[in-house]
């Protein structure tokens, strides 16, 4: 016990009690309805003797949904759901992050009634499948935004007053792994430069730890 995983860690304004940490796993146990429930208590507050706790990816909204039975965070209703998990893992003196989850060119139509999935460029994921309603499906190529749309897509996120950030009811941790949210944005295999908004020249670096304060490009 005298290991430096048993140490605390401090993380910023958090005292973390280890320094194990639950990786983001996505579990599948809401059913149609994305409602967070007891049974998502139990696993979490099961765990919560860890440092940290990251929850399984969450959607921020209806249309980036692109897992069948995974939580999201987009109504009151869910943000009660969620409820039962924080106070579950709080009252066992633990601390959780949820991930918050675009799914982007990971998704497919099937999950939206027919209609394209969003993401920041028409690139498809090249290999593999994905898992629909429908059952398995090869990748599709996703619908662009436009830019006109990005507002929309950044206000279901956490900044400013958006209802997700209003409804969190723990820290925020945006999902980054290949090919989902922060990552579909920075990497050349799924996003291209935007050429109207390099012309209207608003291309910008975003800093992800401090999204309020982008920068101009140099
Ligand atoms: C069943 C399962 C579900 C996963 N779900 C997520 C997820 O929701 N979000 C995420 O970022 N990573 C997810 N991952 C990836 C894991 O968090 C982790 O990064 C991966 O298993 C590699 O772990 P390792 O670095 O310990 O080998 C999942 C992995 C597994 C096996």
Same mark, same amino acid.
């Given at each position: 016990m005298n290991s430096v995983l048993f140490q605390p860690f401090h993380l910023r304004d958090l005292t973390l009690r280890n320094r194990i940490v639950l990786a983001p796993m996505t579990r599948a146990r809401t059913g149609a309805a994305r409602l967070p429930n007891r049974l998502m208590a139990d696993y979490y507050a099961q765990r919560s003797s860890a440092g940290l706790l990251i929850t399984e990816g969450v959607t921020i909204s209806e249309e980036v949904n692109g897992w069948s039975a995974s939580p999201g965070i987009y109504t009151d209703e869910m943000a009660e759901g969620w409820k039962l998990t924080t106070d579950a893992v709080h009252a066992k003196g633990g601390l959780i992050f949820l991930q918050l989850w675009h799914t982007g060119r990971a998704s497919h139509s099937n999950f939206h009634?027919?209609?394209? %999935?969003?993401?920041?460029?028409? #690139?498809?994921?090249?290999? !593999?499948?994905i898992? $629909?309603?429908?059952?398995?499906?090869?990748?599709?190529?996703?619908? %662009?935004?436009?830019?006109?749309? #990005?507002?929309?897509?950044? !206000?279901?996120?956490? $900044?400013?007053?958006?209802?997700?950030?209003?409804?969190?009811?723990?820290g925020p941790h945006p999902r980054g792994r290949k090919g989902t949210r922060t990552s579909r944005f920075t990497r050349r295999n799924s996003s291209k430069p935007h050429s109207t908004l390099e012309e209207a020249g608003h291309v910008q670096h975003i800093d992800l730890a401090n999204p309020q304060s982008p920068r101009r490009l140099q």
């Amino acid at each position: 016990m005298n290991s430096v995983l048993f140490q605390p860690f401090h993380l910023r304004d958090l005292t973390l009690r280890n320094r194990i940490v639950l990786a983001p796993m996505t579990r599948a146990r809401t059913g149609a309805a994305r409602l967070p429930n007891r049974l998502m208590a139990d696993y979490y507050a099961q765990r919560s003797s860890a440092g940290l706790l990251i929850t399984e990816g969450v959607t921020i909204s209806e249309e980036v949904n692109g897992w069948s039975a995974s939580p999201g965070i987009y109504t009151d209703e869910m943000a009660e759901g969620w409820k039962l998990t924080t106070d579950a893992v709080h009252a066992k003196g633990g601390l959780i992050f949820l991930q918050l989850w675009h799914t982007g060119r990971a998704s497919h139509s099937n999950f939206h009634g027919g209609r394209s %999935a969003v993401a920041p460029s028409a #690139i498809k994921i090249s290999d !593999g499948e994905i898992h $629909t309603p429908n059952g398995k499906q090869p990748h599709e190529v996703p619908r %662009a935004l436009e830019t006109t749309e #990005i507002p929309r897509v950044v !206000g279901s996120g956490t $900044t400013g007053r958006s209802p997700t950030r209003r409804r969190c009811p723990t820290g925020p941790h945006p999902r980054g792994r290949k090919g989902t949210r922060t990552s579909r944005f920075t990497r050349r295999n799924s996003s291209k430069p935007h050429s109207t908004l390099e012309e209207a020249g608003h291309v910008q670096h975003i800093d992800l730890a401090n999204p309020q304060s982008p920068r101009r490009l140099q």
